[in-house]
């Protein structure tokens, strides 16, 4: 039989533990006096504890992110009274909502969401959220627990290139299980997604976004002060990285056109597996093989600038049929080896050819030159 938690316990993990310790009392079983996988109230009991602002990061509020800074914990996500929040729980009514008089509906602990132009503001849904039909949706100012067995937190299913998804200041959190290989992913979009002052956790794909066709990285898809935090994977083969991007070619816009994304002034930490092994990458674009097409595109450019990304196989993997990438101003921190880290960076050699790399640093501060393995954590 699994030990109980109280609420004076679960208080004292939210302020002193970290997500991984209480995944860990999830996980087995040990979770408000319950014997099996925690339900979507008793995980919403335990979020209520453990809330400190910026929910389930490892310490408490410490004021919005400014303009050009880099996330970092506590600075980003919902950051308001969760008092203030409208809760919907899997199959509550929508009277009152904004859902209601929308073709929304339940599908088990799934939210599918039916309506174009939605601004869903200031609710905490315990459930995942995918936009199945419809064109552009908004979330800000939320909170997103997403129950165990579900692979999406927050999503759009609408078509390749199909649809504007923009999300502000919201926390998303995954709830891992036993016996899920994949625990999932945060964010997906297959249209032009837009990602601004989120805290992310608690799952194995941070955001799963696709490059956006545009004529510059001003209009493709824009990932901006989020942080990405306490992922989780169970399995030492699965494939996780923090953010994932690999559309050129791929099947979201085909041959459609020259496609851009840009990371900017975002921060991950270090999320290991069960046997210490890192992420496969801290941010990872492109294919991993090249070919004939790789020369004739069309192609994604990738825009990162004034990130923190301390971890991964390679801690940046800019692979084939890409063109045009920028990397400036970031931090890469060291290799860890002990992790089974490889380096730093692994640069696709055409990519390499066109790229624009400056004022990047290592884990001491010295300037960082892509392809080498970077300095050993001491």
């Given at each position: 039989?699994?030990n109980?938690?109280t609420?004076?316990?679960?208080?004292?993990?939210g302020?002193n533990?970290?997500l991984r310790d209480?995944?860990?009392?999830?996980?087995?079983g040990?979770?408000?006096?319950?014997?099996?996988?925690p339900t979507?109230?008793?995980?919403?009991k335990?979020?209520?504890?453990?809330?400190r602002?910026g929910?389930l990061?490892s310490?408490?509020?410490?004021?919005?992110?400014?303009?050009g800074?880099?996330?970092?914990?506590?600075?980003v996500g919902?950051?308001?009274?969760?008092?203030d929040?409208?809760?919907?729980n899997?199959?509550?009514?929508f009277?009152?909502t904004?859902?209601?008089?929308?073709?929304?509906t339940?599908?088990g602990?799934a939210?599918l969401?039916?309506?174009s132009?939605?601004?869903?503001?200031g609710?905490?849904i315990n459930?995942?959220?995918?936009?199945?039909?419809g064109?552009?949706?908004?979330?800000r100012?939320?909170v997103?627990?997403?129950?165990?067995?579900?692979?999406?937190?927050?999503?759009?299913?609408?078509?390749?290139?199909?649809?504007?998804?923009?999300?502000e200041?919201t926390?998303?959190?995954?709830?891992?299980?036993?016996?899920?290989?994949?625990?999932?992913?945060?964010?997906?979009?297959?249209?032009?997604?837009v990602?601004?002052?989120?805290?992310?956790?608690?799952?194995g794909d941070?955001?799963?976004?696709?490059?956006?066709q545009?004529?510059?990285f001003?209009?493709g898809?824009?990932?901006?002060?989020?942080?990405?935090?306490d992922?989780?994977?169970?399995d030492?083969?699965?494939?996780a990285?923090?953010?994932?991007?690999?559309?050129?070619?791929?099947?979201?816009?085909?041959?459609?056109?020259?496609?851009?994304?840009?990371?900017?002034h975002?921060?991950?930490?270090?999320?290991?597996g069960?046997?210490?092994?890192?992420?496969s990458?801290?941010f990872?674009?492109?294919h991993?093989?090249?070919g004939?097409?790789?020369?004739?595109?069309?192609?994604?450019?990738l825009k990162v600038d004034n990130?923190y990304?301390?971890s991964g196989?390679?801690h940046?993997?800019?692979?084939?049929?890409m063109?045009n990438?920028?990397?400036?101003?970031?931090?890469?921190?060291?290799?860890n080896?002990?992790?089974d880290?490889?380096?730093?960076?692994?640069i696709?050699?055409?990519?390499?050819?066109?790229?624009?790399?400056?004022?990047?640093i290592?884990?001491?501060?010295?300037p960082y030159v892509?392809?080498s393995?970077?300095?050993?954590?001491p």
């Amino acid at each position: 039989m699994a030990n109980t938690v109280t609420d004076t316990q679960m208080t004292d993990l939210g302020g002193n533990g970290s997500l991984r310790d209480r995944q860990f009392v999830y996980l087995d079983g040990q979770y408000a006096g319950a014997d099996t996988s925690p339900t979507v109230s008793d995980m919403a009991k335990a979020l209520d504890l453990t809330f400190r602002g910026g929910l389930l990061s490892s310490v408490g509020p410490s004021g919005p992110v400014a303009p050009g800074e880099r996330a970092s914990a506590g600075t980003v996500g919902y950051l308001g009274d969760p008092g203030d929040l409208i809760v919907l729980n899997p199959g509550d009514s929508f009277v009152g909502t904004v859902f209601e008089g929308t073709s929304t509906t339940w599908d088990g602990n799934a939210l599918l969401i039916n309506a174009s132009n939605l601004v869903i503001d200031g609710y905490r849904i315990n459930a995942s959220v995918t936009h199945t039909g419809g064109l552009n949706l908004t979330v800000r100012n939320s909170v997103i627990v997403t129950p165990q067995g579900q692979f999406w937190c927050l999503s759009t299913d609408l078509g390749p290139g199909l649809g504007n998804f923009l999300i502000e200041d919201t926390t998303i959190i995954g709830t891992p299980g036993p016996g899920i290989s994949t625990i999932g992913t945060a964010v997906g979009c297959d249209g032009r997604l837009v990602l601004r002052r989120c805290d992310i956790s608690g799952v194995g794909d941070m955001v799963h976004p696709c490059g956006y066709q545009g004529a510059n990285f001003a209009g493709g898809t824009i990932i901006s002060q989020c942080y990405l935090h306490d992922g989780t994977f169970l399995d030492n083969e699965q494939h996780a990285d923090y953010i994932q991007c690999t559309n050129t070619n791929s099947g979201y816009l085909g041959d459609a056109g020259q496609t851009f994304i840009t990371i900017e002034h975002c921060a991950t930490d270090i999320s290991l597996g069960p046997a210490g092994v890192a992420y496969s990458s801290g941010f990872t674009s492109g294919h991993t093989t090249g070919g004939p097409s790789e020369f004739v595109g069309p192609h994604l450019s990738l825009k990162v600038d004034n990130c923190y990304m301390p971890s991964g196989a390679y801690h940046l993997r800019i692979q084939a049929r890409m063109n045009n990438c920028v990397v400036t101003n970031n931090d890469f921190g060291f290799r860890n080896a002990v992790n089974d880290e490889f380096g730093l960076s692994a640069i696709d050699a055409f990519a390499a050819s066109t790229i624009t790399w400056s004022n990047n640093i290592d884990g001491n501060g010295n300037p960082y030159v892509y392809g080498s393995p970077g300095p050993d954590a001491p």
